[in-house]
């Protein structure tokens, strides 16, 4: 038999008695001997809660509260056992590429994690939070406060959650090195090409006064949080070895200057009894490394594509693409699923976490189905290998365009997923009524069933790009597509009238939760944006089609018109739930497609 019960419980049989009564006894008793996490309950005439420890209790509440609140015409003796399959459930927010969000957003995300039987959150932070020393860094960006940091704390312990602070201390430091203040810190003072691209600087050098310096910052965001837990990022560190570090690289070799520079900031902590996570990318890549990971730190392994899609990517990839990954470190065909990437980790018995993606940044929608086969991937290698942890993350490259409601679907699909890897297809089948059921209380059953059709929009196109929608890179990356990353006419006609139909619905939905009506507001915007996008494609302007004449001057300018009303109304919407520094940097990138199609128009 089935419920609609969420997450799915690995163990559900009825019995033969009734189910019970309003003011049924409830008779709660600690089993050491089930599973960490776990419980067993009986719905009956009188109810029986069996649970392992205070979060199987909690999960075993949660439950009893779903199977009390089902309809009278539902309601049966069951008992149900359940477990987790990953003892270690987190999902990581990025509010380091413009958008922070505000404590009201905060708090639904935490409310929407619980319900998902998530048991960590991190905020992956660069420059976003107020550093006591550090004003003229984080001056304009709406930071998280101390303040913040204690509420949030606060309300994730509340619900089970672990809030572990997240800051990166290696690579991505873009916007501290951008200030006088801190350029001396650099690997390399002034911009490097790479593959034909220009960077500015955003790797620290290996040394032991950045490791100190990085340290602080830490003892500054553990100061707010119960957790003796940290993520060290450490990821994608693309100057190293070729300014201050290059002697000792040349030397010793690249991964043991990565190493070293790993190990001082990780072992202080270590020393305190504190979990210390960090990015395997670079250390996938030096197998000779295996040995030297330090004991009570943990490699996290990320990859954000399904296998299914980066086997056509791959296949499709230009040499210009496959240059471009590897002057910035990364192994292409270690992209193909999470063995791969995993690969040198499994063969040298080293633990490791698994972290996919929500598939919503660098798109205006999502990509669901691709964020759900690339869960389902990193599952299935975290489970066969041992992983303790998973880590669901949502980026914001390039702008955080996509609001958090976008990711609501793969975060529900995460948490079943990490909880119960088994339950994967029914899971599926049900995302939009456990969206509509449980986050929205829709009674029109809308809000989930759009959520999902529009996330599954850059899916119907035929261009794969890796990690990014076509619809997205079409307006923020001009002049970067490539042929093959065009879609076919049929297939933006096709996503535009997905689009349509999901705009027509959700402006019927009725949501009776606090945020139904912001969230309405959010996706409508998202859709706007993909539906933008699909028209860009069909007009041809910004991908080599008809650019002179009356006919693609008068269509340039209705173009130019519908961005900037959609520029308008991406800051009034941003604000429903997120804080004022970053909107403009965000909004700023879109510049270059405007003034491309404004050229067309005439030079206006």
Not at 82 to 107: E, K, N, Q, Y
Not at 517 to 529: F, L, P, T, Y
Not at 536 to 560: K, M, N, W, Y
């Amino acid at each position: 038999m089935s419920l609609p019960l969420f997450p799915m419980p690995r163990r559900l049989a009825e019995l033969s008695g009734v189910p019970p009564k309003t003011q049924a006894e409830v008779i709660v008793s600690h089993n050491p001997e089930l599973p960490q996490q776990g419980y067993l309950l009986t719905y009956a005439e009188t109810i029986r809660m069996e649970y392992a420890d205070a979060a199987g209790l909690r999960y075993g509440q949660q439950t009893l509260d779903q199977l009390r609140a089902l309809p009278l015409a539902q309601q049966r003796a069951v008992t149900i056992e359940d477990w987790p399959d990953f003892p270690r459930r987190a999902f990581m927010l990025d509010i380091s590429r413009d958008r922070v969000p505000t404590r009201a957003g905060l708090r639904r995300l935490v409310d929407l994690l619980a319900l998902a039987r998530y048991n960590q959150l991190e905020l992956y932070i660069e420059h976003t939070f107020a550093y006591a020393d550090h004003q003229e860094l984080w001056q304009d960006a709406s930071p998280i406060t101390a303040e913040d940091l204690r509420w949030l704390d606060d309300l994730c312990a509340g619900h089970g959650i672990e809030l572990v602070p997240n800051q990166n201390t290696f690579g991505h430091w873009e916007r501290w090195l951008a200030l006088d203040t801190y350029l001396p810190r650099a690997e390399n003072a002034e911009p490097q090409e790479f593959a034909g691209v220009l960077r500015p600087p955003s790797t620290l050098a290996p040394t032991p006064e950045n490791a100190e310096f990085v340290t602080g910052l830490i003892e500054e965001l553990t100061a707010h949080v119960r957790s003796h837990r940290i993520n060290i990022g450490a990821d994608e560190t693309w100057e190293l070895g070729t300014g201050v570090s290059r002697r000792r690289a040349e030397q010793e070799g690249l991964g043991a200057v990565f190493m070293d520079y790993v190990e001082q900031v990780a072992e202080p902590w270590i020393a305190q009894g504190y979990a210390v996570e960090f990015w395997a990318d670079i250390l996938g890549s030096h197998p000779e490394l295996m040995d030297r990971v330090p004991e009570g730190s943990v490699p996290v392994v990320w990859l954000y594509d399904a296998p299914e899609h980066m086997a056509t990517a791959l296949e499709r990839m230009s040499p210009r693409e496959r240059a471009f990954n590897e002057a910035h470190g990364v192994e292409t065909e270690q992209l193909r699923d999470f063995s791969s990437r995993a690969q040198s980790l499994i063969e040298a018995g080293v633990p490791f976490w698994v972290a996919p993606g929500a598939g919503s940044w660098l798109s205006f929608t999502g990509r669901l189905d691709n964020a759900i086969s690339n869960i389902l991937d990193a599952a299935r290698t975290g489970i066969s290998h041992g992983s303790e942890g998973f880590l669901l993350t949502c980026w914001g490259d390039f702008g955080h365009y996509d609001p958090l409601v976008i990711s609501y679907a793969p975060i529900i699909f995460g948490g079943g997923i990490s909880w119960s890897a088994d339950s994967s297809a029914a899971l599926e089948d049900s995302l939009a009524d456990i969206l509509n059921r449980h986050v929205f209380d829709d009674e029109s059953e809308i809000i989930g069933r759009v959520l999902v059709d529009v996330g599954r929009v850059t899916d119907v196109l035929d261009a794969k790009i890796p990690n990014s929608s076509p619809l997205f890179r079409i307006i923020q990356q001009v002049g970067e597509l490539e042929a093959h990353h065009i879609p076919s006419p049929d297939s933006v006609e096709e996503a535009r009238r997905i689009l349509i139909s999901a705009a027509e619905r959700l402006a019927e939905a009725r949501p009776a939760s606090a945020e139904g009506s912001i969230a309405v507001e959010e996706i409508a915007q998202a859709m706007r944006w993909s539906l933008f996008a699909a028209d860009l494609f069909i007009s041809g302007l910004l991908t080599g089609g008809p650019s002179e004449g009356q006919d693609a001057q008068r269509e340039a300018q209705r173009l130019v018109d519908r961005m900037d009303a959609l520029l308008a109304d991406q800051q009034r919407v941003w604000l429903l739930s997120s804080r004022p520094g970053g909107l403009e940097t965000s909004i700023g990138r879109f510049a270059p497609a405007r003034r491309a199609l404004a050229r067309l128009a005439g030079g206006r």
